[in-house]
Nanobody, 126 residues
Framework: QVHLVESGGGSVPAGGSLRLSCLAT????????MGWFRQAPGKEREGVAT???????SYADSVQGRFTISQDNAENTLYLQMNSLKPEDTAMYYC????????????????????WGQGTQVTVSS
C-alpha cells in the first residue's frame, strides 16, 4: 500500500504562487507516472498535470504555462509549482500515483491512477 501525503496548500490573492508537495511513503514503489488532480465543489475531478518516470510531462490546457510539475526521486516527492493563480484555480488538490503498467493515455484521467492522497486546499481570492 502506497501512502501519499500532500502539503503546501493555502490562500493566496489572484496572481500569487503556491508550491504543492506530495510525499510517497513507500520508497520501493515505482509508478509509471504520477499526477495532480483538483476538484472544486460541485465539479468533477480534473487532471491538472502528470509526470512520467522518464520525466515526460503533460498538462491540462487550463494550466499550461502557469503550472509546473516536477519530482525528486531521491526524496520520493512530487511537486506542483503554481504561478499566476486565478480564482478559478480554487479547489482541493490531490496527488495520485499510477501502477507500474498503467497506460499513458490515461495520464490525465482519474481512472489511470490507483493511489490517492487526502488532498490539500488551494483558495485563490480575486
Amino acid at each position: 500500500q502506497v501512502h501519499l501525503v500532500e502539503s503546501g496548500g493555502g490562500s493566496v490573492p489572484a496572481g500569487g504562487s503556491l508550491r504543492l508537495s506530495c510525499l510517497a511513503t513507500d520508497h520501493t514503489y515505482k509508478p509509471y507516472y504520477m499526477g495532480w488532480f483538483r476538484q472544486a465543489p460541485g465539479k468533477e475531478r480534473e487532471g491538472v498535470a502528470t509526470i512520467r518516470s522518464d520525466g515526460s510531462t503533460s498538462y491540462a490546457d487550463s494550466v499550461q504555462g502557469r503550472f509546473t510539475i516536477s519530482q525528486d526521486n531521491a526524496e520520493n516527492t512530487l511537486y506542483l509549482q503554481m504561478n499566476s493563480l486565478k480564482p478559478e484555480d480554487t479547489a482541493m488538490y490531490y496527488c495520485a500515483a499510477s501502477t507500474s503498467y498503467s497506460p499513458w493515455y490515461l495520464r490525465l484521467r482519474a481512472s489511470g491512477y490507483t493511489y490517492w492522497g487526502q488532498g490539500t486546499q488551494v483558495t485563490v481570492s480575486s
